[in-house]
Each structure stands twice: as structure tokens, then as C-alpha cells.
Nanobody
Framework: VQLQASGGGLVQAGGSLRLSCTAS????????MGWLRQAPGKERHVVAA????????YYADSVQGRFTISRDNAKNTVYLQMNSLKPEDTAVYYC????????????????????WGQGTLVTVSS
């Protein structure tokens, strides 16, 4: 599967952005999806993940209550709505896919993901 992310940009603290990631192919619903980010000088980690069906989600503590992950299997697209953005949210954001059997599973570790999109930069100014 090929993934194409979009929606990054520059926003002031307290603002919002929505990232989108569109997948190629006809098996999008076979993949759990995630958004990961890598800040300068830091390791990449999962900030949000969603199960194949969309019924189960995972959030890192740092974004819980501010970010919402969702997916539209008919459009082969996963979204990350980011509200109340903080300067520490500044990072390159990546979408990723993990082919899994369990329709409820949400991959919470970077190494679980098999396919990656290109990153999109989110910069939050103070």
C-alpha cells in the first residue's frame, strides 16, 4: 500500500489543523492505521492509532483529549484532527499502516507498522 499524507503547515498555539492520509489500493480496510511524529532531536513515536473498523482508537498521553483520529474506509483515508495545538506538537507527522487480522487492534509501537507515507511538517508557533 502507498500512503500520501497532507495537511501540515504553520499554526499559532491554540489553533487547529487536520492531517489527511490517503492510501492506494483496494485493501485499506485490512490495515490498522496510525499517525506518528518525530520532533527535532527526538525519536519517532505513535501519537494516535485506529483499528481496521475504526471502532477502537489509541492516543498517546501527550495528545489525549486534543487530537482525534478517524478513518473513512470508503475513501481510503485516515485523518488526524489536531486541536489546542502547542509548540511541543511541532514535528514531522507520518501516517503508517499495519496489516493485521484483528479488526479491533490498534498498533501503539513504531516497529509494528509495515508501510509509511512521507512526512508532513507541523509547526506550532508560540
Amino acid at each position: 500500500v502507498q500512503l500520501q499524507a497532507s495537511g501540515g503547515g504553520l499554526v499559532q498555539a491554540g489553533g487547529s489543523l487536520r492531517l489527511s492520509c490517503t492510501a492506494s489500493g483496494r485493501t485499506f480496510s485490512s490495515y490498522a492505521m496510525g499517525w506518528l511524529r518525530q520532533a527535532p532531536g527526538k525519536e519517532r513515536h505513535v501519537v494516535a492509532a485506529i483499528s481496521r473498523s475504526g471502532g477502537t482508537t489509541y492516543y498517546a498521553d501527550s495528545v489525549q483529549g486534543r487530537f482525534t483520529i478517524s478513518r473513512d474506509n470508503a475513501k481510503n483515508t485516515v485523518y488526524l484532527q489536531m486541536n489546542s495545538l502547542k509548540p511541543e506538537d511541532t514535528a514531522v507527522y507520518y501516517c503508517a499502516a499495519d496489516r493485521v487480522e484483528n479488526i479491533y487492534y490498534t498498533p501503539a509501537r513504531e516497529y509494528e507498522y509495515d508501510y509509511w507515507g512521507q512526512g508532513t511538517l507541523v509547526t506550532v508557533s508560540s
